[in-house]
């Protein structure tokens, strides 16, 4: 069973790993991703850091209504959860797919694109210790967008689940 943090008052710093002034190897990133650690992590006086608050359980649910949460896709959903891991055998199963199931996978990994960026911006506290407008992440070129979205909800999510100690 998975219980997630029900408090929005714990707040913790982040660096991305692309971020240039960040050097890690791929095996200290994974580390990195599941500890939130920076052990032996080369982190210049210049890299960007990020400051997030948990998100608590209406914090969440917020999120993924101004994601779209009464409007995704169902039949996505239940084909997105069927879907299988391997990178083959998904790509197979996916050309098997009508064109009604690939574009109802398609509307709600969308969904899941726009929750993932409001988890963000419902966390984003501070850049570099300055409160900012969490609408400053639009103004990230694509990529870095997407790579600041992608880091920020993997730290979320681990932050914002509790460990069984803290159960």
Same mark, same amino acid.
């Given at each position: 069973?998975?219980?997630?943090?029900?408090?929005?008052?714990?707040?913790?710093?982040? #660096? #991305?790993?692309?971020?240039?002034?960040?050097?890690? @190897? *791929? *095996?200290?990133?994974?580390? =990195?991703?599941?500890?939130?650690?920076?052990?032996?992590?080369? /982190?210049?006086?210049?890299?960007?850091?990020? @400051?997030?608050?948990?998100?608590?359980?209406?914090?969440?649910?917020?999120?993924e209504?101004?994601?779209?949460?009464f409007?995704?896709?169902?039949?996505?959903?239940?084909?997105? #959860? *069927?879907?299988?891991?391997?990178?083959?055998? &998904?790509?197979?199963?996916?050309?098997?797919?009508?064109?009604?199931?690939?574009?109802?996978?398609?509307? =709600?990994? &969308? =969904?899941?694109?726009?929750? =993932?960026?409001? $988890?963000? &911006?419902?966390?984003? /506290?501070?850049?570099?210790? &300055?409160? /900012?407008?969490?609408?400053?992440?639009?103004?990230?070129?694509?990529?870095?967008?997407?790579n600041?979205? $992608? *880091?920020?909800?993997?730290?979320?999510?681990?932050?914002?689940?509790?460990?069984?100690?803290?159960?």
């Amino acid at each position: 069973m998975i219980s997630f943090n029900t408090s929005a008052l714990h707040t913790f710093k982040i #660096v #991305v790993s692309t971020d240039s002034s960040v050097k890690m @190897t *791929e *095996e200290q990133k994974k580390n =990195y991703f599941n500890t939130g650690e920076l052990n032996d992590i080369e /982190v210049n006086s210049d890299a960007t850091w990020f @400051t997030l608050r948990t998100l608590s359980i209406t914090d969440r649910e917020q999120a993924e209504i101004k994601a779209g949460a009464f409007t995704r896709s169902e039949l996505g959903k239940l084909l997105w #959860v *069927e879907a299988p891991n391997d990178t083959r055998e &998904k790509a197979l199963w996916h050309n098997r797919l009508s064109d009604e199931e690939k574009e109802a996978l398609a509307k =709600y990994e &969308k =969904y899941l694109d726009r929750s =993932y960026i409001e $988890y963000a &911006k419902a966390s984003l /506290v501070a850049i570099n210790d &300055k409160e /900012v407008d969490s609408n400053i992440l639009d103004d990230l070129s694509p990529a870095d967008k997407s790579n600041v979205i $992608y *880091e920020i909800v993997i730290h979320l999510t681990r932050e914002s689940t509790l460990s069984e100690a803290g159960k």
